[in-house]
């Protein structure tokens, strides 16, 4: 059987930087336990448009699209604020995703204990935090049409973007969450704005069919999009699956994010449908961004983009036990006091990048001894 294949996109801005300690970890895998896959590496993003003058060629696509998993860094920064939008760097990742159809986009905030002090709400109210945000990704205001800017008659400027959502978008997009639920706290919270948007009040509508229809056994509530914002920092433990739009979902994971300590600590998954052949279209990435501003200096969090590979081993290879050793790994470092700047705390050790990357390398063979 010829090996899986991963394609790395490394991007921008800190992406580099992470996903070459990441990338430190599966060669880890490959010399300790025999575990090989066909790496690709190309360009994405301002990288891409710098060398080709488009932030994603039809070449990387194409790749994109016949690899078994992408591990995504990030995209982005103010070099390439003036580009035009169709080749700029964000684009890239938004026409992989709706590419490769990638329209369930998991995104964990689970607080390691070690970090549950760094959290900027009391200890307390985050420890043992551990929820799920089921975001939609293909659809909603991101790609919704007419999506333009117009002159009008006197000279002033019209903006519109389309909020849009169909009931086979959202159907598909509630059965992930409450699969995702029975594997977890078995609770599902969905998300809108049905008290002034058409698109909430289908979204509620079809959410509440798709509940009644399979999933009776898991408990569903509703919450609209501003309550939930402000849920999240009163008391966010009260969320096990949270099913949400792609506006929505993008700032209420950010939200989540933070309350584990450091959006540099959340990777994410992003997974199309399952094809006639048993495969899975899937893009893995952190949630944090390319952060420009700390670029090249060696002092980026890459867990994020570390435990994105693990995402990856779980939910494209099946490959539990080698994303629950990474994972481990993470928690058994945190644990020690090792911390990158942006998790730093009083007493404990400050490293590198690359610190951070031998820890958690010297964490794996350590835990595979
Ligand atoms: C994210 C990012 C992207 C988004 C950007 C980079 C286009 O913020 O993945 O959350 O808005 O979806
Ligand atoms: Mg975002």
């Known amino acids: 059987m010829s090996n899986k294949k991963i394609l790395v996109l490394a991007g921008d801005g800190i992406g580099p ?7 430190r970890v599966v060669d880890w895998f490959a010399s300790k336990r025999a575990l090989k ?11 891409a448009y710098d060398a080709h003058g488009t932030s994603l060629t039809d070449e990387t696509m194409q790749k994109a699209i016949d690899t078994d998993a992408i591990l995504f860094g990030s995209v ?6 003036g580009v035009a939008r169709d080749v700029r760097p964000e684009n890239s990742l938004l026409r992989i995703r709706k590419k490769l159809d990638l329209f369930a986009n998991l995104r964990p905030a689970t607080v390691f204990p070690a970090l549950a002090e760094a959290s900027s709400l009391k200890t307390e109210l985050v420890s043992g935090l551990d929820i799920m945000i089921l975001r939609e990704l293909t659809g909603g205001v991101y790609f919704g ?13 019209r903006a519109i973007d389309s909020q849009i959502y169909t009931t086979q978008e959202i159907e598909r997009a509630a059965h992930v969450a409450f699969d995702l639920a029975r594997k977890r706290d078995n609770r599902v919270c969905s998300v809108e704005k049905s008290n002034v948007m058409e698109t909430g009040v ?23 999009a501003d309550a939930c914002a402000m849920q999240l920092v009163r008391a966010p433990k009260q969320f096990d699956v949270i099913v949400t739009d792609n506006l929505f979902g993008d700032m209420l994971s950010d939200q989540a994010a933070m309350l584990t300590g450091s959006i540099g600590m959340l990777p994410s998954a992003s997974l199309g449908a399952v094809d006639d052949n048993g495969r899975r279209p899937a893009l893995y990435e952190p949630c944090h961004g390319s952060a420009p501003d700390i670029a090249g200096q060696g002092v980026a969090n890459p867990l994020a983009q570390i435990l994105s590979f693990g995402m990856l081993l779980r ?5 539990s036990a080698e994303a629950d050793l990474i994972e481990a790994a993470v928690a058994q470092v945190l ?24 820890a958690v390398l010297d964490e794996l063979s350590a835990l595979a001894a």
């Open 315 to 319: 939910y494209s290879f099946g490959l």
């Open 17 to 23: 930087e992470c996903t070459g300690q990441a990338l």
């Open 145 to 157: 049409e007419p999506k333009e800017i117009t002159t009008q008659a006197d000279g002033s400027k």
């Open 37 to 47: 896959f066909d790496l690709t590496e190309d360009l994405v993003g301002g990288a």
């Open 76 to 81: 982005g920064g103010p070099k390439w604020d």
């Open 335 to 358: 644990d020690r006091g090792v911390r990158t700047p942006d998790i730093m705390q009083p007493g404990m050790k400050k490293v590198s990048t690359d610190g951070m990357g031998d």
């Open 202 to 224: 289908l979204w509620r509508e079809v959410v509440t069919e798709v509940h009644k229809a399979s999933y009776q056994d898991v408990e569903l509530s509703h919450m609209l």
